[in-house]
């Protein structure tokens, strides 16, 4: 049964990608009877192209579909992608600067039609690119957040939100992306720490005096001031409550406030009042009833209220306004000054703070909601330290801003009378900001939901629909039910929801996953996943976050060509230590092809073993006839099983990882397929061909374990073993027969005999080609040697072998001690190093190594014995040092106690 002396995973994984889902294997089992399991995918951008994070998510999820798979789930996992509103507008948008025209001279049913189109031609990039990953999603359930179904689901969610009160238009403060020019959530805004100024202006008074001074980062905003704020129990102040300034510049009246919010320690100690450019401002003049005056523009330029600075953009008004105000002798004193400035996630741009009419979801019902999902329902996240971060989140939330000033998304079902609502505008405009909070929709005449004939409030009958189209995040909050086919009441809603695990990263728990809890809850009155696994964020080595900006990027595409998908995906779940980062190098990734390569030679050797049993199907052997080697690796083999199932029961893929990897490359390579060899050389074919069955018997196992993880060279190796795919193979499970404690004991004896003797020759240097003399000073168990005399001396490079209580020790040689465990008292393995060995040389080699050892151990104790580091030094560095000095002390008690052996 002849392989390819080499594997080839471009060719395999092609191939089988294909064939898998042709054969409909990626589709729930219609006969299982097993309990459903369904995933939904984090639905990727339309304009996306696979990245690593992309590798680390699904390769997880994959991971734990395939393993629930195969042990008899009717498992789901439901792909799809997101119409990413802002990005994928920013992208067409450049398409169309490029042709020397914008989405306004084309419009906007055009302009969505060339969206369309983009979308025709390039949206499937990243879907296929998923299944060049090996995602086993049931494509034919792939959904999109503008198909039909799902925009029929949007509509209905924003329809029951506003007839149970949770949909409300206002005018508020909203943060403001001039280049993007839409309003943003609070979780689209990135705050950076960025090195500014802080700037002390003087507020002259009315009455003709000196008035006081303002600290503020922003000075291009002061004027939109309407007031300035000081603490009542501020001394400097007390005397100038109530009493009237002069704002700079314009010369407007402004009232000094007090009140109890201001912070007495920030700059002076009195702060300005823009409730139209600053959220806390805002707050303030709700509270005190204070007009709102906005004196910026849309793209981020000083309008009208501006005065002289009309027309200028911010940054460059904030220039000419120091400059004035310096002239002025207005300007005291500029200092140094980091504060966090918010940026659009999207395009970077400074988010500017900015009064606007949007439309809001009330967020305190929904998030007593989302709170009860895990006090009450059970929901649980992995790691649990996310449940805190979570539940302070929703405690503290604020209401959702859904609307978007942009074309490409679910525009707003909510029409406008074209004579009532611009009046109503301008009438609140003029008021106080304590008027300004819901607007009376029936006033406004706004009509919600479908088109109405005429007008509630003027009967007119001039309607326009809303411009505005919801936020991106409105439809992705619907996915776990709306891609099951929601709101109709579908057979996969049914059968699939609630879903059983969301696979997300940390950085949308906020975004998505308590949105998608408080939606599941609302709407369906279930939560809409049973646990979240949170996995960590891609770093490079040294910590920073991989991103384009930093040029760190290392692409997962690129690894798959030079390595195979297998080796990616192993190595990605080989570092996937529960909810901790990953620290990604090219080089990491060699650990999974070498593994693939490990995996796919030991299957050569198996299947092109003459010994292997012709007939396909298991063939009964003697358990009793079993070798000590044979009965320890079967029972090794059920450690793994059950190791593996209950760390992927628990999402610690980096353990089955490293179970699996201990398993086949130490264990059944390096140590049975080794003795297998002397097994089937002995001359006995009855053993030979027991041998042969067993190791069938484990690489069948072996390739169902690890074919979650390595999908296509674990399905390449079984066709040469299996007809049926070994997507459709029960998942192993431990037999009782083969868990052998008394295997696990005398083998583990020998297993650590032979280990010491291959230390010994690598410490002292014994070439590879000289075999060794083993003495063993041992009485009880030493029968045992001569039981499996013959691959002791194989596997540790042994010539002679003599096992007795009373040997005597030559000199120069090394001794390793066994310690009495089990039957088996204490043994001293004694090598004889002269003639194997310049003993002279060695000597000399140890003693410079001591030598230099001593030296940094000397080092290490001077400096933890410096008052002054330990004064000045964090503990961390300091336990470093402790923990240093520790690990020299070993390491020079073993090259001393090397030397001893050796005089």
């Known amino acids: 049964m002849s392989s390819p002396s080499a594997y080839n995973p471009h060719e395999v994984e092609a191939r089988w990608y294909r064939q898998w889902e042709a054969g409909g294997c990626f589709k729930p089992d219609p006969s299982s009877s097993g309990s459903p399991f369904a995933i939904v995918i984090p639905p990727p951008n339309v304009t996306g192209i696979l990245h690593m994070g992309h590798a680390l998510n699904n390769t997880l999820q994959d991971i734990v579909?395939?393993?629930?798979?195969?042990?008899?789930?009717?498992?789901?996992?439901?792909?799809?992608?997101?119409?990413?509103?802002?990005?994928?507008?920013?992208?067409?948008?450049?398409?169309?600067?490029?042709?020397?025209?914008?989405?306004?001279?084309?419009?906007?049913?055009?302009f969505v039609k060339r969206v369309w189109a983009w979308r025709q031609e390039y949206g499937s990039t990243?879907?296929?690119?998923?299944?060049?990953?090996?995602?086993?999603?049931?494509?034919?359930?792939?959904?999109?957040?503008?198909?039909?179904?799902?925009?029929?689901?949007?509509?209905?969610?924003?329809?029951?939100?506003?007839?149970?009160?949770?949909?409300?238009?206002?005018y508020y403060l909203v943060n403001w992306c001039p280049r993007c020019q839409t309003a943003l959530s609070d979780e689209e805004v990135q705050h950076e720490e960025i090195q500014g100024h802080l700037y002390h202006i003087r507020y002259p008074s009315a009455a003709g005096g000196e008035g006081l001074v303002v600290a503020t980062t922003?000075?291009?905003?002061?004027?939109?001031?309407?007031?300035?704020?000081?603490?009542?129990?501020?001394?400097?102040?007390?005397?100038?409550?109530?009493?009237?300034?002069?704002?700079?510049?314009?010369?407007?009246?402004?009232?000094?406030?007090?009140?109890?919010?201001?912070?007495?320690?920030?700059?002076?100690?009195?702060?300005k009042v823009t409730p139209a450019h600053d959220p806390v401002d805002f707050l303030f003049g709700q509270r005190h009833g204070l007009e709102a005056i906005r004196v910026m523009s849309a793209e981020g330029r000083m309008n009208e209220q501006a005065g002289p600075y009309a027309g200028m953009d911010r940054f460059e008004c904030r220039e000419k306004i120091l400059e004035d105000l310096a002239a002025q002798g207005l300007l005291v004193k500029t200092e140094p000054h980091t504060s966090a400035v918010g940026h659009c996630y999207r395009c970077k741009t400074v988010v500017e703070p900015t009064l606007s009419p949007q439309w809001f979801v009330k967020m305190a019902p929904l998030a007593k909601l989302g709170i009860e999902a895990v006090e009450k329902d059970g929901l649980r996240f992995v790691p649990e330290r996310w449940t805190k971060v979570y539940l302070d989140w929703?405690?503290?939330?604020?209401?959702?801003?859904?609307?978007?000033?942009?074309?490409w998304g679910h525009r707003i079902p909510a029409w406008y009378c074209r004579h009532c609502y611009p009046a109503f505008l301008e009438k609140q405009e003029r008021g106080s900001l304590s008027d300004n909070l819901k607007m009376d929709e029936a006033q406004a005449g706004i009509h919600v939901g479908s088109k109405p004939a005429a007008c509630r409030h003027c009967k007119g009958t001039d309607l326009v629909q809303?411009?505005?189209?919801?936020?991106?995040?409105?439809?992705?909050?619907?996915?776990?039910?709306?891609?099951?086919?929601?709101?109709?009441?579908?057979?996969?809603?049914?059968?699939?929801?609630?879903?059983?695990?969301?696979?997300?990263?940390?950085?949308?728990?906020?975004?998505?996953?308590?949105?998608?809890?408080?939606?599941?809850?609302?709407?369906?009155k279930k939560i809409p996943f049973r646990e979240v696994y949170i996995h960590g964020i891609i770093r490079v080595e040294g910590g920073k976050k991989m991103s384009k900006s930093l040029?760190?990027?290392?692409?997962?595409?690129?690894?798959?060509?030079?390595?195979?998908?297998?080796?990616?995906?192993?190595?990605?779940?080989?570092?996937?230590?529960?909810?901790?980062?990953?620290?990604?190098?090219?080089?990491?990734?060699?650990?999974?092809?070498?593994?693939?390569?490990?995996?796919?030679?030991?299957?050569?050797?198996?299947?092109?073993?003459?010994?292997?049993?012709?007939?396909?199907?298991?063939?009964?052997?003697?358990?009793?006839?079993?070798?000590?080697?044979?009965?320890?690796?079967?029972?090794?083999?059920?450690?793994?099983?059950?190791?593996?199932?209950?760390?992927?029961?628990?999402?610690?893929?980096n353990a089955a990882s490293r179970i699996l990897y201990q398993f086949l490359w130490h264990e059944f390579c390096d140590w049975y397929l080794e003795i297998a060899k002397l097994q089937k050389e002995g001359g006995d074919p009855s053993l030979a061909q027991q041998t042969g069955f067993i190791q069938r018997t484990v690489l069948e196992a072996v390739l169902r374990l690890l074919h979650p993880f390595m999908p296509f060279i674990t399905e390449e190796i079984w066709q040469k073993l299996q007809p049926e795919t070994l997507m459709r193979a029960p998942w192993p499970t431990p037999n009782p027969a083969w868990i052998d404690p008394e295997a696990?004991?005398?083998?583990?004896?020998?297993?650590?005999?032979?280990?010491?003797?291959?230390?010994?020759?690598?410490?002292?240097r014994v070439p590879a080609k000289e075999k060794v003399t083993l003495l063993v000073q041992g009485r009880k168990g030493t029968a045992l040697l001569k039981e499996h005399e013959n691959w002791l001396k194989r596997l540790a490079g042994i010539g002679e072998l003599t096992a007795d209580e009373k040997l005597k020790r030559p000199s120069g040689s090394a001794v390793s001690h066994l310690p009495a465990a089990g039957p088996f008292d204490a043994w001293d393995l004694v090598v004889p190093l002269a003639g194997l060995v310049n003993l002279d040389v060695e000597r000399k080699r140890i003693e410079k190594e001591i030598e230099a050892l001593q030296v940094r151990a000397k080092a290490k104790r001077s400096r933890l014995a410096d008052s002054t580091f330990r004064s000045k030094a964090p503990p961390d560095v300091i336990a470093e040092e402790e923990e240093s000095l520790k690990e020299l002390g070993a390491q020079l008690a073993k090259w001393q106690d090397s030397l001893k052996q050796i005089q």
């Open 218 to 271: 922003r000075p291009e905003t002061l004027l939109g001031d309407v007031a300035v704020a000081v603490h009542p129990e501020d001394e400097r102040y007390r005397s100038l409550a109530g009493k009237t300034l002069l704002l700079p510049i314009l010369k407007r009246p402004l009232k000094v406030i007090a009140d109890p919010v201001v912070d007495r320690a920030f700059g002076t100690g009195a702060v």
């Open 466 to 524: 809303d411009e505005d189209v919801l936020d991106t995040w409105f439809s992705s909050w619907l996915w776990p039910f709306s891609t099951l086919g929601w709101p109709r009441e579908t057979e996969d809603l049914r059968t699939f929801y609630p879903t059983s695990l969301l696979v997300t990263g940390q950085d949308i728990i906020f975004f998505w996953v308590a949105r998608m809890v408080m939606a599941g809850k609302f709407f369906l």
């Open 744 to 764: 696990e004991e005398l083998f583990g004896r020998l297993d650590f005999l032979v280990t010491e003797v291959r230390n010994i020759r690598a410490f002292f």
């Open 551 to 653: 040029g760190n990027i290392i692409d997962p595409l690129q690894v798959i060509d030079r390595m195979g998908t297998d080796a990616l995906r192993f190595s990605i779940a080989h570092m996937t230590s529960e909810g901790q980062d990953l620290y990604l190098a090219e080089d990491k990734f060699l650990l999974g092809r070498n593994f693939a390569n490990k995996l796919w030679n030991a299957a050569r050797l198996i299947l092109d073993s003459p010994s292997l049993p012709v007939s396909q199907s298991p063939i009964p052997f003697n358990p009793r006839s079993m070798t000590l080697a044979d009965r320890w690796i079967l029972n090794r083999l059920q450690r793994a099983i059950q190791e593996t199932t209950d760390a992927l029961n628990s999402y610690r893929f």
């Open 394 to 407: 929703l405690a503290n939330i604020r209401d959702w801003c859904i609307s978007r000033q942009i074309w």
């Open 65 to 110: 579909i395939r393993f629930k798979r195969m042990q008899g789930h009717r498992a789901l996992w439901v792909p799809g992608t997101d119409h990413a509103g802002i990005a994928t507008q920013n992208v067409v948008e450049r398409q169309l600067a490029k042709e020397k025209t914008t989405r306004h001279q084309l419009g906007r049913e055009e």
């Open 126 to 170: 990243i879907v296929q690119q998923l299944r060049r990953l090996g995602s086993s999603c049931d494509w034919s359930r792939e959904r999109f957040t503008m198909d039909e179904g799902l925009s029929q689901a949007v509509e209905t969610a924003f329809l029951e939100l506003y007839r149970a009160g949770l949909i409300y238009r206002g």
